[in-house]
């Protein structure tokens, strides 16, 4: 009864006034740095124009206060042309931490996929003062920024929530054939001091790394070559499958920015997970 349904959103043709619109709650809030605006198929029914607003709604606030509250929103990207059945990518300047966004089509049409990419930033208010947090979860802004070998596995599948589905959810390198052992290093939401540290082998039976450590650093720029490496859990033997647990075996050194990752000689590691309190 409404003729072909689509992979994508799409609002019938608007015969008044107007244009038609979407909110979105995001999953991880955070800083907003550019969007994907997809009419992947929608070719004579493309919207011609689009913008997007944006909010900050932090615990439960309802959709109707969201829709009818317009002074909420702040525009983050104004009314710009679209191509159909194309990625409209568009680069975003905000620096503030949004929860909500809303797309605005102008005046009508078909919208495939939105895509919406930044840098996570949680709500540290939610914490307090001494709590015990993942500080390299994701969803807590943590974020791998290097490793030595992706060849099976991406690196940031490290960080994800909950343990990995199978193997492909995990880190894995390549088998290392020379000298040497792989790494990942991970930026950690926020500085803080690290008291107790999962390292999850789970779904690798025959590919684990033999061995792990992990070392930490404190920097306020960029990691290089030139950074200064603390060890903070030292060489210490894995189990296939197997959620490890360190707590007496770390080394207190104080706060921490990043951590690094070592394994021996290669293999896979499906989850890390880096607790520990707050910078005061």
Known sequence: DRGKWMDGWESRRKRTPGYDWCIVKLGLSGVIKGVDIDTNHFL???????????????????????????????????????NPGSQNMFQLSSSQRWTHVRLNIYPDGGVARLRVYGDVVPDWTRYKSGDLIDLAAVQNGGAVIGTSDMFFGAGQNLLMPERADNMGDGWETKRRRGPGYDW????????????????????????????????????????????????????????????????????AVGTCTHVRLNIYPDGGVSRLRVLGVLEK
Not at 46 to 55: E, L, Q, V, W
Not at 61 to 68: A, C, D, E, G, I
Request: aromatic share 6%; with cysteine.
């Open 44 to 82: 004579g029914n493309h919207p011609p124009f689009a913008s997007m607003d944006a909010c900050v709604a932090d615990g439960p606030v309802s959709p109707t206060v969201l829709v009818n509250d317009n002074s909420r929103w702040s525009e983050i990207l104004p009314k710009s042309p679209l």
């Open 184 to 251: 990942a290093i991970v930026k950690l939401g926020k500085p803080g001091s690290i008291k107790k540290i999962e390292v999850d082998t789970n779904h690798f039976k025959g590919n684990y790394p033999d061995e792990c450590s992990i070392d930490g650093c404190r920097s306020d720029e960029p990691i290089s070559a030139q950074s200064v490496w603390t060890e903070i859990l030292p060489k210490t033997k894995l189990q296939a499958h197997t959620r490890h647990f360190f707590e007496k075996e770390l080394i």
